[in-house]
């Protein structure tokens, strides 16, 4: 499995970003799909998911400002992230839900205050 992960950069607080993450080496339209993130000095934690058939879910710190959203036809996951806070400032993965893929190199997302 590869997952390449791009979009992220730096921005100013208030800002937005979007996100892509294509998939290969996976069967992608059957698979939950999450985005995850690990800021310096912190475990990498989940911060939003989207099944199959597109039912999602966030982490209470980015609800109501990240949308997650896929393009099967794409084999591509995208993170949408509005009202951008310096606390969202790390390294932003996707893969498949709960699976042992190997991580791949990850996004910087960098938010000024």
């Known amino acids: 499995v590869q997952l390449q992960a791009s979009g992220g950069g730096l921005v100013q607080a208030g800002g937005s970003l979007r996100l892509s993450c294509r998939a290969s080496?996976?069967?992608?339209?059957?698979?939950?799909m999450g985005w995850y993130r690990q800021a310096p000095g912190k475990q990498r934690e989940l911060v939003a998911t989207i099944t199959a058939l597109g039912n999602t879910n966030y982490a209470d710190s980015v609800k109501g400002r990240f949308t997650i959203s896929r393009d099967n036809a794409k084999n591509t996951v995208y993170l949408q992230m509005n009202s951008l806070e310096p606390e969202d400032t790390a390294v932003y993965y996707c893969?498949?839900?709960?699976?042992?893929?190997?991580w791949g190199q990850g996004t910087q997302v960098t938010v000024s205050s």
């Open positions: 893969n498949v839900y709960q699976s042992n893929n190997a």
């Open positions: 080496g996976v069967i992608f339209r059957i698979n939950t």
